[in-house]
Structures are given as C-alpha cells and as structure tokens.
C-alpha cells in the first residue's frame, strides 16, 4: 500500500443496480484491489461491514432502491473507513457530516473512483 | 288831625312800595324795603321779616332794620313752641303783644329782649290758598298800643308782600321747568326733533337735528320743513299729505328716508304730531324721529345673510332641516327632502310632521333615531344613521343625520338643526365589498401598528376557530404553529420599512387539529401624505401547493437518479455487448437491440401514473411483439394482471429480452428451428405473507442442442442476468439450464400486492 494504488485494498461496495455493481468490481479488481460485496440492500451491506474486520475503503451508492446508504456512512466513519459516495443526485443530497468524503455524480467515472480512493486512502 | 297825618303816612308808605316792588324783582331787596317802610311808618325803628323753613319748623330772619348786625339773614326763632310768631303763623291772624313782661302766655325770641323790645305785632304773610310763608313783624322799645288802622296796614303790606313772594315763585317753578325740558331737548342728541308753525315754517331745531340732518340751528330755523323730505317725496306731495294726516289724527307715522342737508340719505323713523291749541285751533307741528338707517342696514344684511344661506340650503344634496325643540315639528326643510325620501314638502309638513318623519323610518332604526333627536334636545351634537323607506317605489335609503342643538342669545336651546345625507350607495358599495370580502378563499383581516389586528373576516374564524374578538391584538398569533411565530412577529418588525408583509407560516385549522401552510400577506393602506392608516391582510392556504413542490422535488431527484443510473446501465451494455461482439457491425446489432429492449421497457414505465404498475403479461407481450414471425410457436399461460414492482420491470425486462434473442438466435424460435416456446407463470403468497411471488417458467423444446465442449451459443450476458443480475437486484430466485432440447429457465421474484391477489390466484 505504499506505493499509492488501491492494490491489495480491501473495498466495500454497495450498489443497488446490478450492471453498475458489477462493472465498478471488475474496475476495482483490475487495479488490484479486493472487492466486498459488491451488495445492494442496506441491511446486507451492515451484516457485512459487521462481519468484516478490515475494510480500507468503500464505494457507496447513496440511494439504494429508495433507501438512503447513509447508516452504512456512518458505520464505516465510525471505523474510520475512507468513502466516495456515487450519486444520481445534486451532491447536496449528502448531509454535511460526510463533507469530507469524496463524491462522485453518476454516470460516474470509473477511473475517478479509483483516484478518489487512491487519494483517500493515502491522505 | 295826628291820626289823619298818620294814615296819610302810611297811604304814602302804600304807595311807595307798590312802585318799589313794580321796579325791583329781587325778592331780598323788596323784603328789606317793606321793613324799612313799616318801621319809619311806625316810629320805632324795628322791623323784621321772618320766613317759614317747614322742614325744621323754625323762622329764618329773612330781613329787618334796627338790629345788630348778625341778626339778618342768620338769626333763627323756633316755631314749635308758644311764641307769639308761632301763633300767628299757626292762627293765620295777626298777634298783638303790647307790654312783654306783662304777657304770661307767651313766650319770645331771645334776641328780641337783647333788643330790649317791649312791644310787637307779628302779621303772617300768607300766600294763595292762606297757606303761610312767613310774618312781618313791627317791634317798639317801648310799651305801645297798637290800633285796628296800624293793624290793617300791616295786613295790606303783608297781603302785598304775599302776592309778590307768590308771583317769584311761580316764575322760578316755570323757569326751572324750561331749564329742565331744555336740558332734555338737547340731550336728546339721537332725535330729530323739528318744530314748525303752522305755516310749515320751522321755528325750532332741537335736539340731534343739527348732528343728524346737517342744518344748524341758524341755517334751518326760518326755511321750509320741506328741506328734509326727498325729491321723490316732494314730487309725490308726501309732507303734505303727512301734515294732513296728523291734523286729521293728531299724528301721523313718520317712517321713511330723509334727505341731509349734504343730499345724503337718512332713513327716519318716528311720528309728527299736530301742535294745537285749547281752542283747538292750529299751532303748527313737532317732528320727533330717530335714525334708524344703521338698524336698517343691518336688518338689511341680515336679510341678505339669510337669503344667501335659504340658497345653499335649496341647492343642497343634503336635507337641510330645523325643528322646534318642543313639539319637535320641522319649521325649516329643504328640497333634496323630496329627492331622498320621495315625498313633497307640502305632505311632509302636513300634520304632525314629526310623525310623518317616523312612519317613513322602518320600524326597526325608529327607536334609535327617536332617541337621538331627544339627546340634541338635551344639547348635544349626534350623528346617527338610519333607514327609510319611500312610500312611493317601497326603495329602502339608508341615511346618516348631523343634529344639532341651536340656541339663542341666552344659550337657551330653541330649535334642533340637522343634516341628512343618502349614503345608500355606499352603503351598497360597502355591501359589495363585504361580500367579496367574505367570499373570497382566503382568510382576510386588519391590522394596524405592527401586527395589531383590529378586525378579521368570518372566514379566519371558520378555519382557526378563533372569534375575531379571540383574535384583534395578537390573539391570531394562537392559531400560528408555535415554531412560526418568531418569524411573523419578525416580519412584522419590518413590514413598514419594506411596505409590505409577507410569511409563510402554518395555521391550525380547528376542526382537524391540523396545522397547514399559509403564505399570509399584507398591504398598508395610505392616507393622502403617505402615513400607513391600516393594513389589509389575507391569509392563503398553500398547504396543497407546497406539498405538490415538495413532491415535485422528489421526483425531479428520482428523474435525475434514474436517468444517471440508465446512463450506468447504457455504458455498461455497451461495454460488455463490445466484449461479446466479433466486429463492429455485429456490436452494432446487438446494441442496438438491446438499447431498443430498454427503450420499451422505458416506454412502459413512462406510461404510468405513480400508483399504476406494469403487469407481467404487458411486459411479456411487448417482448414476443418484436419476435417477427416466431410468435404463432409461443405457449404463453397465466394470469393477467400481475403487477411488477416499477424497480424490477428494467432488469427483468432486459433478462427476458436476453431470453427472447437466444431462442430466436440459437434455441426454439430459429427461422431453422422446429421448436416450440412455453411461458406459464403463477402468482402465489410469499413465505412471509407480505408479497405474492410471481413464478416464471420458460422452457424452450424441440431445438437441437449442439455438442457439449463447442463454443458457446451466445447467450452468456443473459445467463449472467438472470443468474446474477435479477438475484441481485431483484431478490429473485433463478435457475438456469440448457436442457437436452432447450433452454429451461425459471426466475422466481417478489411483487406487489394486487387488489384480486385470491381471485388471479386460482386462474
């Protein structure tokens, strides 16, 4: 991890479209990172960031089929866990707790993803 | 031949004094000369003269000879006791005193023994009627005796001296008179006073003659009274006519302009009178008049002043009246009475016109009106309102009245003055306004100040439950939601500076317990220099509308987040049909395919309105529609009318196409094929009893499967939808295998609760 990719990071995602999911998996697989998930309801994304002991960084959709992602926010905060959030949304649907947490407007760039968390990660 | 010395004597002394008093009218001296000549007459050398003073009843010593001095005109000698002059004057005789010291009767004045005198008689001097004035007394050093011939000439000087005393003073009485009636003449500055003789020539010109006509004195006495009539009266004979007529009746009314000697004119007013004698025959005449032309004038003005007030009343719109403060009836109405109240004066004032007036009120305002008349008896100023109603067209016209109390010079209230103005029409513009006022959706108020409301319209109440009394102040803040009430307290703080008031706040309605959003409003209203009189205020429930905003911001979000995630779902299409194809033409195909396939499930899904939900057999039926041809080897079985939630209809929609191309590519519905399609699908309740579960069984037969180990038959981006995607996103439970004649899938998925779940049930 000290030569500053996502290589070898362990990356929760949670997305509710599966096209989309799968699509930011193999973007994070194929820069080296190990991928959680991805999962796409709020509750199964809790059970795993409650089952996973080391999560360096995640990738969360803000509107998960009506629900807001943000309790699964607050979780990783609390542990510390760097964020990008992926939106459809104006950016201001993000409350400002999470203001220092990256952000990315759908259709989102992969390859800004992967520089948010890279930046994250290292800061 | 001595006593015929003597009478001679004293015929002389007669004589003597006759012609004294006919050359002397002084009294004084004609009483010291008749004691001169009685003492010389006599002999002895004292005389006196007393005169009577009644208020003190004591004699005065008017005159005398042979006494010391202070004696004349100071001596006095009481009269109330017995004197010998006390009896003469009170006996009206003469009282003879021959030997004094020897007389026991009487009594005498003490300067008479100071004289040493003796003997005296004592004459009284009698005026008319024998009314006493005072006694010639004749004194003697020495006793004497006085004889019947010396009495009698006493009594003829005393006679003598009565007539003269008389005649004096009579002339002083008729002096005096004239001195007085002079004095009155000429102090009586405001009359003409013009007496002419019978030849109308003026002989006097008294009083304020000169002050009021012009003439002096000198300059009028001697000319014809003429002088002062006017031209016009001169020509039409009026001075003879009026001197006719005093003749005739004594006087003669004398009231009419005169001419000044300048040719001014002088309005006079009083009489002339006829002088005539006792015989009754013409003296001549007295003018006796005053200048009334001042009171003329004013009189005159008065007249014009109310002339000119009779015209503004005749030419007001307003009824102008005047009642007599006790029996309450009009002396005085105006003609806008008959435009008002559609009847004429003359009806009105026939009667009791106070009655009249209160029949043509209706009944229901006559009282107060009554009662209002009777407080301007009492003095005060009222303004009321009231209704009537003309008899002729049964119209109502609404009035309002000023009343007044008019007094007189001594603040005595004698008439009751009033004003009555038609307000129907505004009365009926108001009217209008209430009713628009009330009608309107909105809640409507008044305020002043900052927020002060003095008035709010029914509609508040209905919806606050708040009476407008619960209301005025700041009781309307109650019904504010608490949490809104900083922020219109606020927006009253500046309202003036901004000239207006505006907050949106919610309101509880009373009958639901139920606050709702209002956007209340308020505009000032200005007098003439721009000062805020009032605010009118409305209140307008938006409840609805900012609900539909807010609902409106949800689903522009929604549009946003769904059209972004159909971009991810685009791209990642594209990437893998990219991954998938051989060369571009074959991309081509394929995507455009696939992009047509979401373009109909979009086009479903636009069709609906929020609660609708597209069913399983429209989005089934969409998708055999393109299968040109190959529809007529298509089973499909099962119920109508299952609703798919709205966030599966994409992706299941994007698997069954995947489905639907490979049987026309590789499995039953090839142009080659001779295989056949089956869709049959159930609805049945789910584990947990919350959502049916719809149950998809698509099993493809009679194709002719290729080798195992060969290259896959296309189809691996929908084996990895429905393998992948749908339980992913969907929930769903799916199987899928390629059979030894077909491809046999099943996808299992939750959906929503349909109205006729039992009923679709058992299809």
Request: negative net charge; contains cysteine.
């Amino acid at each position: 991890m000290s030569d500053r990719t996502i290589r070898g990071c362990r990356v929760l995602v949670v997305e509710d479209e599966f096209m989309l999911a799968d699509e930011i998996q193999m973007e994070l697989e194929d820069a080296g990172a190990l991928v959680l998930g991805p999962v796409g309801a709020l509750s199964r994304a809790i059970a795993l960031i409650e089952e996973e002991q080391q999560i360096h960084g995640a990738v969360l959709d803000a509107n998960l089929g009506g629900e807001m992602v943000f309790p699964v926010a607050d979780l990783l905060m609390e542990r510390g866990v760097p964020i990008v959030f992926t939106t459809g949304y104006d950016a201001s649907i993000i409350p400002s707790r999470f203001s220092a947490m990256a952000r990315c407007e759908k259709p989102v760039n992969l390859r800004k993803i992967i520089q948010a968390l890279e930046q994250a990660l290292h800061d | 031949m001595a006593g015929q010395h003597e009478y001679a004597q004293r015929q002389r002394a007669l004589s003597d004094f006759g012609d004294f008093v006919l050359d002397h009218d002084d009294l004084d001296e004609i009483l010291s000369e008749v004691c001169r000549l009685v003492a010389e007459a006599f002999g002895t050398g004292l005389a006196t003269v007393f005169e009577v003073e009644r208020n003190t009843n004591t004699g005065l010593v008017r005159a005398g000879v042979g006494w010391s001095p202070g004696i004349v005109g100071q001596e006095r000698i009481d009269l109330a006791g017995r004197s010998s002059e006390a009896l003469a004057i009170e006996t009206t005789q003469p009282v003879i005193t021959n030997d004094l010291v020897n007389e026991g009767r009487l009594e005498f004045p003490q300067f008479l023994s100071d004289h040493r005198v003796i003997a005296l008689v004592n004459v009284p001097i009698l005026l008319m009627g024998r009314k006493p004035w005072g006694i010639l007394q004749v004194a003697a050093r020495e006793p004497r005796e006085f004889d019947q011939t010396e009495i009698a000439f006493l009594k003829t000087c005393a006679m003598m001296l009565g007539r003269v005393i008389g005649r004096a003073k009579a002339a002083a009485a008729f002096s005096e008179t004239d001195e007085r009636l002079r004095l009155i003449v000429n102090s009586a500055r405001t009359y003409v006073m013009v007496v002419s003789d019978a030849d109308d020539c003026i002989t006097d010109w008294l009083g304020g003659s000169e002050d009021i006509l012009g003439w002096s004195s000198s300059e009028a006495i001697g000319q014809s009274v003429d002088i002062i009539f006017t031209p016009e009266d001169l020509a039409a004979d009026v001075p003879l006519r009026e001197r006719f007529r005093a003749r005739e009746n004594g006087t003669a009314e004398n009231l009419r302009w005169h001419r000044r000697k300048d040719g001014s004119r002088v309005f006079l007013d009083g009489q002339t009178i006829a002088l005539k004698d006792r015989a009754g025959s013409l003296r001549g005449y007295i003018k006796i008049a005053q200048d009334v032309t001042e009171r003329l004038r004013a009189e005159s003005a008065l007249r014009e002043s109310e002339e000119r007030l009779r015209q503004f009343g005749e030419a007001s719109q307003d009824v102008l009246w005047m009642r007599d403060v006790e029996t309450l009836q009009w002396r005085y109405l105006t003609p806008a009475f008959e435009t008002i109240y559609g009847i004429s004066r003359d009806e009105a004032l026939s009667g009791d016109s106070f009655r009249n007036w209160i029949e043509l009120i209706v009944p229901e305002d006559r009282k107060h009106a009554v009662g209002s008349i009777k407080r301007v008896r009492n003095g005060e100023h009222v303004n009321f309102e009231y209704r009537i109603q003309r008899p002729a067209d049964g119209s109502i016209r609404w009035l309002r009245n000023t009343d007044f109390p008019i007094t007189d010079d001594a603040g005595e209230v004698t008439l009751i003055g009033g004003v009555g103005h038609d307000m129907t029409e505004l009365r009926e513009a108001e009217n209008r306004l209430k009713v628009l006022m009330e009608g309107i959706p909105q809640l409507v108020w008044r305020a002043v100040g900052e927020g002060d409301w003095t008035w709010s319209g029914p509609q508040w109440s209905e919806h606050t439950g708040l009476s407008p009394e619960e209301s005025t102040g700041l009781g309307w803040l109650d019904a504010f939601h608490p949490d809104d009430r900083d922020a219109a307290k606020r927006a009253w703080k500046e309202a003036a500076r901004k000239g207006q008031f505006e907050v949106e706040a919610r309101i509880c309605h009373a009958a639901s317990h139920e606050y709702r959003w209002f956007q209340t409003r308020a505009l000032p209203v200005r007098d003439d220099f721009g000062s805020v009189i009032e605010w009118l205020g409305t209140s307008t429930d938006i409840h609805e509308l900012r609900d539909m905003q807010e609902h409106q911001h949800v689903l522009v979000a929604e549009l946003q987040h769904r059209t972004r995630n159909l971009m991810g779902v685009v791209r990642s299409m594209s990437d893998k049909t990219a991954r998938a194809s051989t060369d571009l033409p074959d991309f081509r195909a394929r995507f455009r395919d696939r992009l047509e396939a979401l373009s109909r499930v979009q086009g479903l899904l636009s069709r609906l309105n929020e609660h609708d939900r597209v069913t399983f057999d429209e989005l089934i039926d969409a998708e055999l529609a393109v299968l040109d041809g190959a529809a007529d080897r298509v089973i499909r079985s099962g119920p109508n009318g299952v609703r798919l939630r709205s966030s599966t209809v994409q992706t299941l929609s994007l698997a069954l196409h995947e489905l639907a191309t490979n049987a026309v590519k590789y499995g039953a519905l090839g142009p080659l094929s001779e295989g056949r399609l089956r869709i049959t699908w159930s609805l049945e309740p789910g584990d947990t009893g919350d959502h049916p579960w719809l149950h998809i069984d698509w099993r493809e037969s009679g194709v002719v499967m290729p080798v195992a180990g060969s290259k896959p038959t296309g189809g691996g981006q929908g084996r990895e939808l429905i393998e992948r995607a749908l339980p992913y996103q969907l929930k769903a439970k799916t199987t899928f295998e390629l059979g030894p004649d077909g491809v046999h899938c099943t996808i299992s998925l939750p959906v929503s609760a349909s109205p006729g779940l039992g009923e679709l049930a058992n299809v």
